[in-house]
């Protein structure tokens, strides 16, 4: 009697913290359009650094990783209204959203930058923007900060990916993106992206970059948070983390 006392005791901590301790299957959703951090495949299947992150944390948990892709702006709700279980998917963390979700420890840092074609003589400042057209990923916070900061000067103009911004860059349709650098140096270094270039410095406003981009759960499952930080400590400490950076990524994303 007293053995099913206790089993039944440990079963009742395990499923009373929500989702994600060793047993269970831990859903994370990737939006699957930001080369080289998250895209799909020709076979369908879900690739990148961040799919990769994210089966080393599942390893380290000793759980099931079942990898769910999903539009960027409807990551939070998605998650919110339980669809999956983490986001896992390049998320800057930021007070805003913070409100929402609870966030892992950073996993890497990559600030913003303009890019426009070589010849456009771009110049990043008040006056330099003032009448270009701005193509940026909605629901980004990089969309923020140009609304903020030039927005009574510029055009701004949403898209659905970074790749359809950066398509309509090459094409004229606008003058230049705000984008994250380590995915646009990627980019930059593609046919596609070869006549384009970085314009101005990077862009450290924490406000809207964040301290870093991290793994998002839901507010309740702080046993989940805790399980993901150890694993995220574990794989650094172990030289996977590294080891799967320098698979995608010629500059540093991590201070180690």
Aim: net charge negative.
């Amino acid at each position: 009697m007293k053995k099913w006392i206790a089993l039944f005791a440990i079963a009742t901590i395990v499923f009373s913290s929500g989702v994600g301790l060793a047993a269970q299957k831990l859903r994370i959703a990737i939006e699957g359009a930001y080369r080289p951090f998250n895209y799909v495949d020709p076979n369908g299947q879900l690739q990148g650094f961040d799919v990769d992150i994210a089966h080393a944390l599942c390893n380290a948990m000793g759980t099931e990783c079942v990898l769910v892709q999903q539009d960027w702006d409807g990551m939070i709700p998605g998650l919110l209204a339980k669809k999956f279980d983490v986001i896992c998917s390049s998320m800057s963390i930021t007070e805003k959203r913070k409100e929402a979700v609870n966030f892992t420890d950073p996993y890497y840092q990559a600030p913003p930058r303009f890019v426009a074609l070589k010849d456009s003589g771009l110049v990043v400042s008040k006056e330099g923007l003032k009448g270009k057209t701005i193509g940026v990923q909605r629901a980004a916070t990089y969309a923020d900060y140009l609304k903020d900061t030039y927005g009574d000067t510029i055009t701004i103009k949403y898209y659905d990916t970074v790749e359809d911004h950066n398509l309509d860059l090459v094409a004229g349709r606008v003058d230049a993106v705000l984008a994250q650098s380590v995915y646009m140096s990627q980019w930059l270094a593609t046919p596609e992206g070869k006549d384009c270039q970085f314009f101005g410095e990077p862009i450290l406003v924490k406000k809207y970059i964040g301290a870093g981009a991290g793994i998002a759960v839901r507010k309740e499952d702080t046993e989940l948070l805790k399980q993901l930080n150890a694993a995220l400590q574990e794989i650094i400490a172990n030289g996977t983390h590294k080891k799967l950076a320098d698979k995608y990524f010629t500059v540093d994303i991590y201070e180690y």
